[in-house]
């Protein structure tokens, strides 16, 4: 990471092996100057962007603006690096904030709770001298969200401009057992190169939805933060109404209806399918297909063309031994043109499968499989 790219540099994060996918996405988005990292990437640091992205990007995890990098070799010179800030620009004391650190090995700050911790002391004191008070830490939905990497003895701060992680698209009211994240499944239809105009999409282990609503939303044109609420963005100084309503507007006037007939989903488990139609209700998506069904019973109304889905694992696959072999037998029914399909990283399928890529789902790290239907 070089010094510019952490000061004059937006970083946009996004999960391990997406990060190519990313950039394909934001340069389709017309957005330029665009440099690769891990687990992320680096843009030029303007509002627009941080508009655009926040608002636009499928596979985005978080966006970035750079406050303040210094050299760090201690505690006290991070207090003080922290100090530098002009905090009264960024918080007052009826605003709540936190601080998500990250640390590499370190000879005086062993962790990232000690980090963080030194972080606060720094603002509420600068606080305290401009307005003889406080803001208070919430650490589950704050006003302000900081994100800090100390590493190789530099410490650079940066403000999130997303709040909550995009993921979070806005519409859930639960997830299911094994949710599945947003910004994955969305990613996974891109690598998929599943075509939202054309493809008849199928999904046997729907769960609360979220394959069937990302491609959905693809296909509908509708922004991937459509249904949210908020932005961390929206405390900046830089914040600009007229200029953020511009870009959301722009994308919004793009959306188009849901075409029937399209898109199916099943799943056995019937709760599971309650709660995927309340999601499909909030979003507007009803010409989506879902009903109760186990895989083996699944017949889409009509053969699809692009199979997703992300079985059980863990508990839920002890409890269907005959899961994949199942599922096998519905791919073969159906015949689809090619099927991705989540796993748990190194488990044996018993049938001619690629490995796409192996990332990381809620902690657990899976595999991404794909069958076709030409010989592999």
Same mark, same amino acid.
């Given at each position: 990471m070089s010094s510019s790219s952490t000061t004059t540099r937006l970083f946009v994060s996004c999960a391990g092996a997406l990060e190519s996918l990313l950039v394909d996405e934001l340069k389709e988005l017309g957005i330029s100057g665009i440099e690769q990292s891990f687990r992320g990437i680096f843009l030029p640091k303007k509002i627009e962007n941080v508009y655009l992205v926040n608002y636009a990007s499928r596979i985005a995890t978080r966006v970035l603006w750079p406050l303040c990098s210094f050299l760090c070799p201690d505690k006290e010179s &991070? %207090?003080? !690096?922290?100090?530098?800030?002009n905090w009264? @620009? %960024?918080l007052n004391p009826k605003m709540t904030f936190s601080i998500d650190a990250n640390v590499t090995p370190h000879p005086t700050i062993k962790n990232s709770h000690f980090a963080a911790l030194i972080v606060k002391d720094a603002i509420c004191d600068s606080q305290r001298e401009t307005f003889n008070a406080r803001s208070s830490v919430d650490l589950s939905n704050p006003d302000l969200q900081l994100n800090l990497f100390l590493h190789k003895g530099k410490a650079t701060l940066y403000l999130d401009t $997303?709040?909550?992680? &995009?993921? /979070?698209? !806005? *519409?859930r009211i639960a997830t299911g057992e094994a949710p &599945?994240? @947003?910004s994955l499944a969305a990613a996974i239809l891109r690598f998929a190169k599943f075509d939202p105009e054309n493809d008849i999409l199928a999904? +046997?282990?729907a769960g609360s939805g979220t394959f069937l609503i990302e491609a959905a939303m693809m296909a509908t044109r509708t922004p991937a933060g459509f249904f949210r609420k908020r932005f961390g963005f929206e405390a900046m100084p830089e914040f600009s109404v007229p200029s953020w309503k511009a870009i959301k507007d722009e994308l919004d006037s793009k959306r188009s209806p849901l075409p029937p007939g399209r898109f199916f989903g099943a799943d056995q488990d019937v709760s599971s399918v309650e709660l995927c139609r309340k999601h499909l209700d909030r979003t507007g998506f009803g010409a #989506?297909? #879902? #009903?109760?069904r186990p895989v083996e019973r699944f017949r889409p109304k009509r053969n699809p063309s692009l199979i997703v889905a992300n +079985? +059980? *694992? !863990?508990?839920r696959l002890e409890q $269907? /031994?005959?899961l994949f072999a199942n599922f096998k037998q519905f791919l073969e029914a159906t015949e689809p043109k090619a099927a991705y399909f989540l796993t748990p990283a190194g488990q044996h399928i018993d049938m001619p499968c690629r490995k796409a890529f192996s990332c990381l789902n809620g902690g657990l790290e899976v595999d991404l499989l794909a069958k076709f239907a030409s010989p592999l």
């Open positions: &991070l %207090y003080q !690096g922290v100090r530098t800030i009264k @620009e %960024y $997303s709040g909550q992680p &995009l993921f /979070k698209r !806005g *519409y &599945l994240q @947003e999904d +046997p282990f #989506i297909d #879902i #009903i109760t +079985p +059980p *694992y !863990g508990k $269907s /031994k005959n």
